[in-house]
């Protein structure tokens, strides 16, 4: 199959890539030259523009937006919108706000182009492990671009069956994408993921902030421990209940140096956070973790502490997210 990518940076440019290496064919734009030159050499299609792009592609064309959620992406979107025509399909594959998925969607459908959101998780690791995705759409525009999804995705792997899985669910899910219901469903569904990951990385990040403080000489001397984190990180990999990619990712940057001293602990969010509390409290639904989870990234931006530093660290290691200027 042959897609348009636009916008190639951490996450874009590797999806091209990965798609290539399976066999499909990309056009690719990004404002920036250079992106553009590097998936040329490895066997992409320039587009000077998403005119050309439109006139280089199959019917009906298929476009990827990967680009940052808010006015880049709308604008993006409505200059796709442009120049598609019936059957046309355009995927959202950001972090944009489900509900203005919904609303492209419905604008999109009465000049009769298909729109569909996908979640899509794996950062900077996606092009060697794949890419779980979460998708919204019409069912046929998604089957529609499936051997595109399939190519894109982890795959079973090594990862065991879960035990009793019912035969008539999605089995898409075993390869790591799903199609989770209509357009926004699937950045609803990777909303929540990210509103998880706050929280999941909270707990990591006070918890090895409290092993750190065990050496503080504000406790008695003979209850103070010089615990080694890196150590601790390394062993709770191997057989603890709470292993996990981000227990690696810690462990890894505690390798490096145990005090984290290139992460200053300035903890920035991306949105998600705030939108899983907004639809929380739309639901009536409690979620004191994943709340306070955001507050401590609002905090981390005043007083900095240990555990900020390795949140930081996290989101280096899965996503090459830089700290916010302080």
């Known amino acids: 199959m042959k897609i348009g990518i636009i916008g190639l940076g951490r996450m874009g440019g590797n999806i091209a890539r990965r798609l290539m290496r399976a066999g499909h064919e990309t056009v690719v734009f990004d404002r920036d030259q250079k992106a553009i030159d590097a998936l040329v050499a490895d066997g992409a299609v320039a587009a000077s523009g998403i005119e050309d792009m439109k006139g280089k592609l199959d019917s009906p064309a298929i476009f990827w937006s990967m680009l940052p959620a808010g ?18 399909i355009v995927i959202d594959g950001g972090n944009s706000f489900y509900k203005d998925d919904i609303r492209r969607a419905k604008a999109l459908a009465e000049k009769g182009i298909r729109y569909v959101d996908v979640g899509t998780s794996g950062g900077v690791w996606g092009l060697e492990r794949g890419y779980c995705m979460m998708i919204g759409g019409e069912k046929a525009a998604v089957d529609h671009i499936d051997p595109m999804l399939a190519a894109l995705a982890p795959g079973l792997g090594t990862i065991p069956r879960t035990p009793g899985r019912p035969e008539g669910d999605d089995a898409r899910a075993e390869q790591g994408y799903i199609h989770a219901g209509p357009p926004g469903a699937g950045h609803f569904v990777k909303m929540v993921h990210n509103g998880i990951e706050y929280g999941l990385m909270q707990a990591y990040a006070e918890g090895f902030d409290i092993l750190k403080g065990k050496s503080s000489d504000k406790l008695a001397e003979d209850e103070r421990f010089d615990l080694n984190l890196t150590d601790i990180a390394e062993v709770w990999r191997r057989g603890s209940v709470i292993s996990s990619w981000l227990l690696d990712l810690s462990a890894s940057a505690l390798a490096k140096d145990m005090q984290l001293e290139a992460f200053s602990g300035n903890v920035a969010d991306s949105g998600e956070g705030q939108w899983t509390i907004d639809a929380a409290m739309e639901e009536k639904v409690p979620a004191n973790v994943l709340t306070a989870a955001l507050f401590a990234r609002y905090r981390s931006r005043v007083d900095h502490t240990f555990g900020d530093k390795l949140l930081s660290a996290m989101r280096y290691g899965f996503g090459g997210h830089v700290e916010i200027p302080q």
């Open 71 to 88: 006015e880049i992406t709308e604008q993006t979107v409505t200059t796709i919108a442009g120049v598609c025509g019936a059957d046309d």
